[in-house]
């Protein structure tokens, strides 16, 4: 609860008021379902290694490394000599990364383009793999280039794997039920979409379905990994979409006599800014609610040991 005090003049002669705003912030969280065993996430680490360019010889790359894996995430280094001439193309970073699988280790055909901006010369290139036409959840090719045409920064956290086939026991309406029944799941959860995905468990994968769900009466959306091997709840984050923000307005209103005791009064018809779009006016009591979208926040992030 925040209390903010706001001391405001009124146009008029015999009163002073002073107004007490409140503004309660409440969001309904019930219990969250607990996964049974991780939600795919690798830690990171700060370190410096030599790794072999396309010719085999040693580079020294420096910045953020897979704690698990070793991969580089975000690094630079190694890449001195590369210059762009003007701004790069989409093209131009793909071919620049075919060129480069020792480091990159996964070519074009491999991977899917998450994000592609160019602002003030700069360029920002982020890729996710893919294998057998399936994304493999968090991982990332990463190519930023400066305005100069240097590359800044770059990143190859991908599994090395041999070609795999992704494949299922259980049907996604199967994955459905194993999610809701086990992960105790509110019962007018909706189905929004299903994804065929792999799961990092190391240098290896699973492959799994990616379950979209959100509840209305609760306003809570919910994301969930189920093998689609086993039926195995391998994840499920929850994330609040809704926040109800209320109050009331209310003010000790007396004369200017001293001697007169003050009479908490409510005050309609004021106005309430709880953001930079959103501006409420009280009403006869005082009142004043509104839902909001909150930031979406993670309830479980496990991750398992290998």
Known sequence: MNTTNITSTKDHSFMVILIILTIALSVCVANAAQPKDFWPHSTEIRASKTVLDQDSNEILIDGIFNSMTGAPVRVHGG?????????????????????????????????????????????????????????????????????????????????????????????????????????????????????????????????????????????????????????EILGLSRQIMNATISGTVTAPIFERNPLTDAETQPLSSQYVKIDEDALLITDSAGYFSMMTTTTWTMAHRILRKY
Do not use: C
Not at 105 to 132: N, P, Y
Not at 141 to 159: E, F, Q, T
């Open 79 to 231: 890449f001195e000599e590369v210059e762009f001439s003007g701004t790069p193309s989409t093209t131009d970073i793909l071919d620049f990364i075919d060129e480069n699988l020792s480091v990159f280790v996964i070519s074009r055909e491999q991977m899917k383009i998450a994000r592609f901006e160019q602002f003030f010369g700069k360029t920002v290139f982020i890729a996710e793999q893919l294998i057998d036409g399936k994304p493999v959840l968090n991982t990332q090719i990463n190519v930023r280039v400066g305005a100069s045409g240097k590359i800044v920064l770059w990143g190859a956290d991908v599994v090395e794997v041999d070609e795999m086939h992704w494949t299922a026991s259980i049907t996604p309406s199967t994955a459905v039920e194993l999610l809701s029944d086990n992960a105790e799941l509110f019962a007018d959860v909706t189905v929004l979409s299903i994804d065929n995905v792999w799961i990092r468990d190391g240098n290896s994968i699973i492959s799994a379905y990616r379950i979209d769900l959100f509840s209305v009466s609760q306003y809570d959306r919910f994301v969930g990994l189920v093998s689609s091997i086993d039926g």
